[in-house]
Protein backbone atom coordinates (compact mmCIF):
# COMPACT_ATOMS: atom_id res chain seq x y z
CA UNK A 1 0.00 0.00 0.00
CA UNK A 2 0.67 3.80 0.00
CA UNK A 3 2.02 5.16 3.15
CA UNK A 4 3.25 8.52 3.81
CA UNK A 5 4.39 9.31 7.75
CA UNK A 6 5.69 11.96 9.49
CA UNK A 7 6.00 13.08 13.10
CA UNK A 8 2.48 14.16 14.73
CA UNK A 9 4.07 17.09 16.64
CA UNK A 10 7.42 19.38 17.37
CA UNK A 11 7.97 21.84 19.44
CA UNK A 12 10.60 24.27 18.91
CA UNK A 13 12.20 27.66 19.96
CA UNK A 14 12.01 30.97 18.39
CA UNK A 15 15.20 31.79 16.50
CA UNK A 16 16.16 28.55 16.22
CA UNK A 17 16.12 25.69 13.34
CA UNK A 18 13.73 22.99 13.05
CA UNK A 19 14.11 19.59 10.84
CA UNK A 20 11.09 17.60 10.08
CA UNK A 21 11.54 14.54 8.55
CA UNK A 22 9.08 12.56 5.68
CA UNK A 23 9.39 8.93 4.69
CA UNK A 24 7.11 7.19 1.73
CA UNK A 25 6.46 4.38 0.25
CA UNK A 26 4.24 4.90 -3.07
CA UNK A 27 3.57 3.28 -6.21
CA UNK A 28 5.19 5.48 -8.55
CA UNK A 29 7.06 9.16 -7.70
CA UNK A 30 6.42 11.63 -9.37
CA UNK A 31 7.52 14.46 -6.78
CA UNK A 32 7.12 15.61 -3.21
CA UNK A 33 5.48 18.48 -2.37
CA UNK A 34 5.80 20.68 1.32
CA UNK A 35 2.41 22.66 2.05
CA UNK A 36 2.18 24.72 5.57
CA UNK A 37 -1.42 24.79 6.74
CA UNK A 38 -2.68 27.14 9.86
CA UNK A 39 -5.49 26.22 11.80
CA UNK A 40 -9.23 26.75 9.90
CA UNK A 41 -7.03 27.33 6.71
CA UNK A 42 -6.24 25.58 3.32
CA UNK A 43 -2.87 24.48 2.73
CA UNK A 44 -0.13 26.56 1.01
CA UNK A 45 2.54 25.50 -1.34
CA UNK A 46 6.06 25.50 0.30
CA UNK A 47 8.31 23.67 -1.91
CA UNK A 48 8.37 20.43 -4.52
CA UNK A 49 11.69 18.20 -5.16
CA UNK A 50 11.93 15.93 -8.02
CA UNK A 51 15.31 15.12 -8.04
CA UNK A 52 17.76 14.15 -4.79
CA UNK A 53 19.44 17.32 -3.55
CA UNK A 54 18.09 20.34 -1.23
CA UNK A 55 16.12 23.17 -2.12
CA UNK A 56 16.33 26.67 -0.49
CA UNK A 57 13.80 29.19 -0.43
CA UNK A 58 14.81 31.76 2.05
CA UNK A 59 14.25 30.31 5.63
CA UNK A 60 12.50 27.01 4.14
CA UNK A 61 14.51 24.11 2.68
CA UNK A 62 13.68 20.85 1.70
CA UNK A 63 15.98 17.66 0.93
CA UNK A 64 14.61 14.89 -0.86
CA UNK A 65 16.68 10.94 -1.71
CA UNK A 66 14.80 9.18 -3.96
CA UNK A 67 16.51 6.01 -2.65
CA UNK A 68 15.87 5.92 0.73
CA UNK A 69 12.40 7.34 0.51
CA UNK A 70 13.05 10.29 2.63
CA UNK A 71 12.77 14.11 2.68
CA UNK A 72 12.82 16.60 5.09
CA UNK A 73 11.79 20.24 5.70
CA UNK A 74 13.93 22.82 7.30
CA UNK A 75 12.74 25.80 9.31
CA UNK A 76 15.52 28.46 10.33
CA UNK A 77 15.43 31.27 12.19
CA UNK A 78 11.76 30.10 13.46
CA UNK A 79 9.11 32.86 13.94
CA UNK A 80 5.97 32.45 16.50
CA UNK A 81 3.94 32.65 13.11
CA UNK A 82 5.72 29.26 11.68
CA UNK A 83 3.28 27.71 14.12
CA UNK A 84 0.69 25.55 11.68
CA UNK A 85 1.06 22.11 10.27
CA UNK A 86 3.08 20.78 7.68
CA UNK A 87 2.00 18.10 5.63
CA UNK A 88 3.91 16.07 2.92
CA UNK A 89 2.72 14.76 -0.05
CA UNK A 90 3.59 12.70 -3.24
CA UNK A 91 2.83 12.16 -6.17
CA UNK A 92 2.66 8.77 -7.10
CA UNK A 93 2.40 7.40 -10.81
CA UNK A 94 -0.75 8.76 -11.74
CA UNK A 95 -0.14 12.37 -10.65
CA UNK A 96 -2.30 12.05 -7.55
CA UNK A 97 -1.27 13.24 -4.49
CA UNK A 98 -0.76 10.83 -1.46
CA UNK A 99 -0.61 13.38 1.42
CA UNK A 100 0.74 12.74 5.15
CA UNK A 101 -1.09 13.34 8.13
CA UNK A 102 0.71 16.52 9.11
CA UNK A 103 3.28 17.79 11.62
CA UNK A 104 1.81 20.21 14.00
CA UNK A 105 5.03 22.32 14.81
CA UNK A 106 4.50 24.60 17.90
CA UNK A 107 6.92 27.55 18.17
CA UNK A 108 7.74 28.28 21.98
CA UNK A 109 9.40 31.95 22.57
CA UNK B 1 1.31 32.37 -8.31
CA UNK B 2 -2.66 30.76 -9.42
CA UNK B 3 -5.52 31.63 -7.80
CA UNK B 4 -8.18 29.19 -6.51
CA UNK B 5 -11.17 30.64 -4.95
CA UNK B 6 -13.72 28.50 -3.06
CA UNK B 7 -17.27 29.91 -1.58
CA UNK B 8 -18.96 30.00 0.91
CA UNK B 9 -15.49 30.12 3.46
CA UNK B 10 -18.33 28.65 6.21
CA UNK B 11 -21.95 27.71 6.23
CA UNK B 12 -23.76 26.13 9.09
CA UNK B 13 -27.32 24.41 7.68
CA UNK B 14 -30.25 22.62 9.47
CA UNK B 15 -29.97 18.64 8.81
CA UNK B 16 -31.36 17.14 6.07
CA UNK B 17 -31.22 20.20 3.85
CA UNK B 18 -28.31 20.70 0.67
CA UNK B 19 -25.13 22.94 0.58
CA UNK B 20 -23.44 24.02 -2.64
CA UNK B 21 -19.83 24.47 -2.55
CA UNK B 22 -18.08 26.36 -5.35
CA UNK B 23 -14.75 25.94 -6.71
CA UNK B 24 -13.43 28.37 -9.07
CA UNK B 25 -9.89 28.55 -11.24
CA UNK B 26 -9.89 32.47 -11.68
CA UNK B 27 -6.80 33.32 -13.70
CA UNK B 28 -6.39 29.67 -15.23
CA UNK B 29 -8.60 26.85 -17.18
CA UNK B 30 -8.56 23.70 -15.00
CA UNK B 31 -9.56 20.26 -16.38
CA UNK B 32 -9.24 18.70 -13.11
CA UNK B 33 -10.38 19.75 -9.75
CA UNK B 34 -9.92 17.55 -6.57
CA UNK B 35 -12.30 17.85 -3.54
CA UNK B 36 -10.77 16.87 -0.07
CA UNK B 37 -12.76 16.87 3.58
CA UNK B 38 -10.55 17.47 6.42
CA UNK B 39 -11.96 16.12 10.27
CA UNK B 40 -10.24 18.23 12.85
CA UNK B 41 -6.55 17.14 13.69
CA UNK B 42 -6.50 15.03 10.09
CA UNK B 43 -4.76 15.42 7.14
CA UNK B 44 -6.31 15.87 3.92
CA UNK B 45 -8.48 13.27 2.36
CA UNK B 46 -9.59 12.95 -1.25
CA UNK B 47 -13.42 12.45 -1.60
CA UNK B 48 -12.93 12.83 -5.42
CA UNK B 49 -11.42 14.22 -8.84
CA UNK B 50 -14.05 16.29 -10.67
CA UNK B 51 -13.26 16.34 -14.81
CA UNK B 52 -14.62 18.78 -16.69
CA UNK B 53 -17.15 17.98 -19.24
CA UNK B 54 -17.28 14.23 -17.74
CA UNK B 55 -18.09 12.46 -14.45
CA UNK B 56 -16.00 12.75 -11.22
CA UNK B 57 -14.39 10.11 -10.05
CA UNK B 58 -15.24 8.91 -6.55
CA UNK B 59 -12.70 7.62 -3.48
CA UNK B 60 -13.68 4.14 -2.20
CA UNK B 61 -16.17 4.91 0.69
CA UNK B 62 -17.52 8.49 -0.85
CA UNK B 63 -21.10 8.10 -1.73
CA UNK B 64 -21.75 9.76 -4.92
CA UNK B 65 -25.21 10.06 -4.51
CA UNK B 66 -24.35 12.12 -1.30
CA UNK B 67 -21.84 14.29 -2.70
CA UNK B 68 -22.73 15.43 -5.98
CA UNK B 69 -20.30 17.03 -8.50
CA UNK B 70 -20.48 18.63 -11.24
CA UNK B 71 -17.72 20.49 -13.23
CA UNK B 72 -19.62 22.18 -16.07
CA UNK B 73 -16.82 24.66 -17.29
CA UNK B 74 -13.31 24.92 -17.41
CA UNK B 75 -13.06 27.31 -14.59
CA UNK B 76 -16.00 26.00 -12.14
CA UNK B 77 -16.70 22.72 -9.81
CA UNK B 78 -19.25 22.69 -7.46
CA UNK B 79 -19.57 19.90 -4.55
CA UNK B 80 -23.47 19.59 -3.25
CA UNK B 81 -23.83 17.76 -0.30
CA UNK B 82 -27.31 16.48 0.00
CA UNK B 83 -29.52 15.37 2.63
CA UNK B 84 -26.39 16.68 5.51
CA UNK B 85 -26.30 15.49 8.26
CA UNK B 86 -23.99 16.63 11.34
CA UNK B 87 -21.78 13.92 10.60
CA UNK B 88 -21.13 15.70 7.61
CA UNK B 89 -20.12 18.79 9.60
CA UNK B 90 -16.01 19.03 8.21
CA UNK B 91 -13.92 21.40 6.58
CA UNK B 92 -13.97 21.16 2.64
CA UNK B 93 -11.56 21.75 0.24
CA UNK B 94 -11.09 22.15 -3.34
CA UNK B 95 -8.15 22.28 -5.53
CA UNK B 96 -7.24 22.50 -9.20
CA UNK B 97 -3.74 21.95 -11.10
CA UNK B 98 -2.62 25.17 -13.01
CA UNK B 99 -1.47 22.86 -16.76
CA UNK B 100 1.16 26.06 -17.06
CA UNK B 101 2.93 25.23 -13.70
CA UNK B 102 4.64 21.83 -12.89
CA UNK B 103 2.60 18.67 -13.67
CA UNK B 104 1.52 18.17 -10.28
CA UNK B 105 1.26 21.01 -8.65
CA UNK B 106 -2.10 21.61 -6.59
CA UNK B 107 -3.38 25.68 -5.58
CA UNK B 108 -5.73 25.54 -3.00
CA UNK B 109 -9.44 26.79 -2.37
CA UNK B 110 -9.72 28.72 1.02
CA UNK B 111 -11.63 25.85 2.51
CA UNK B 112 -15.61 25.58 3.34
CA UNK B 113 -16.25 25.04 6.71
CA UNK B 114 -19.87 22.99 6.95
CA UNK B 115 -21.88 22.76 10.16
CA UNK B 116 -24.91 20.91 10.26
CA UNK B 117 -26.96 21.31 13.25
Known amino acids: GQNIDQPTEMTATEGAIVQINCTYQ??????LFWYQQHAGEAPTFLSYNVLDGLEEKGRFSSFLSRSKGYSYLLLKELQMKDSASYLCAVSDSNYQLIWGAGTKLIIKP | GAVVSQHPSWVICKSGTSVKIECRSLDFQATTMFWYRQFPKQSLMLMAT?????????EQGVEKDKFLINHASLTLSTLTVTSAHPEDSSFYICSARDPRASDTEAFFGQGTRLTVV
Open chain 2, 50 to 58: SNEGSKATY
Open chain 1, 26 to 31: TSGFNG
